[in-house]
């Protein structure tokens, strides 16, 4: 039985450690927001006819 304890603790800690991580990821990064401008060739939206 302390093997089984053993092995839920361990993973426990590293489930703590990866929510850890997602929170401070979540509280302390800030995305970069800019424009994007894509340039779409005439062809692609009006395709000549056959």
Known sequence: MPTLFRFL????ILFALAYAAMFALVAYVEPRQGEMSVRIPSERINPKAP
Request: aromatic share 0%; proline share 0%.
């Open 9 to 12: 603790v361990t993973l426990g």
